[in-house]
């Protein structure tokens, strides 16, 4: 490539930290409205009644098609293949040699031969190189989001509606009742007098459809659901709200990807534009940066994991396996402590990091110390607001000797020294108590996310 790869950009930054905590690469942008009511209101709704999210705009869609397409989306995945057919989908994740994440998507398989691959770029990065350096009889066709496409609208439109009166809703709408789809397997729909596919899928842990289909039917398709949904009280849901959605499921949006050392993963630094790097937020001061990385098991993925084909990181991760060393968790901020941190703005002195709610996220890859008895225990890596619990949150991975729920310990917000990344003003830390509770921390979600 031509611009500035990840390689040289650690060579000359003098390391990848400094690269990452200084970069002004921009955290991730939600480019749809922000707000059609407010976002508390629109954060209810996916618990009282329904919410429609628009995802058309800020995920990259990696189109992969090829007699070997599916065999190099196996051998980089920790997932089975094994009953993958067409009409499904999958949560696909990707480790590195040494079995350390390198992200997370969603696999749609749309036809025989004919994937799309969802998600942040970091895993498509990675599938789109190993095909390029790899004998695999496939080619890709990339959309990336609307922030970064370069000219024209969306290949798909992608709607979720989400909540209890969800399914009531998508009856009313297609004029039949719902097809029994399991969760993560698609269905066919007919709304607005056009053909829509439908994911059995609910952000923030609620029941509903992700519904998608070629842009330009997109607007009449949201025009037939609007027409039906006041008597089931949808409202539409904007960016700050959709912000939030991922910390009531429990998923982590971007934890750091595991690819800026290491000798096998130079000729791929190499390949990567620097503009793919992201940024690296946080308490954490560690210098080195493996310090920062996570397995499938310390981000709840261990039950995605299958040996039953081979795929790069396999060995490493099976040794992961039979020693896991932390566990995914929430961690309730002390509302006492956050109301002191945001009190700082208005008092003399230098201040308490901004808390921006309903999300509060500085840099792409957003890693807080956790401490016990000034110990490092884990790491906190995404933070908001849950406007339906009234609490401040985070999900964090943590050592499994204190993980258990109810056990206190300290998240270290903010930096020092203050990094150069411009969504970052001169503060000071500021300790912040901690409780650890299960994850997701809503029980609806916990114990029927999955089931229903």
Known sequence: MSETSVEQGIQQAGGAVPLLRNSTIRPHTFPVTAEFTNWRTEQRAWRDACALLDQSHHMTDLYITGPDAHRLLSDLAINSF??????????????????????DAVLFHLEEQHFDLVGHPMVLDWVQYNLEIGDYNATTERDDNSFDRVSGPPRVYRYELQGPTAAALMEKLTGAPLPDVKFFNMATFTIGGHTVRGLRHGMAGQPGFELFGPWDEGEKVREAILA????????????????AANLESAWIPAPLPAIFSGEK????????????????????????IEDYYVTPYDVGYGRLASFDHDFVGREALQGFSENPRREK?????????VTEAIGSLYRPGVPAKYIEIPKARYALHQSDQVLHNGELVGISMDAGYLANEHLMVSLATIDLEHSRPGTELTLLWGESPNSTKPLVEPHAQREIRVTVQPAPYVRYARENYRTR
């Open 82 to 103: 094994a009953n993958f057919g067409p009409g499904k989908a999958k949560q696909y994740v990707a480790v590195n040699h040494e079995g350390y994440l390198i992200g």
């Open 228 to 243: 039906v949904g006041d008597e089931f009280g949808l409202v539409r849901v904007g960016a700050k709200a959709y912000s």
């Open 265 to 288: 993963l130079r000729e791929y630094r190499e390949w990567l534009p620097l503009s793919a790097a992201g940024s690296l937020g946080g308490s954490m001061d560690s210098a080195n």
């Open 329 to 337: 968790v929430t961690l309730v901020w002390n509302s006492d402590d």
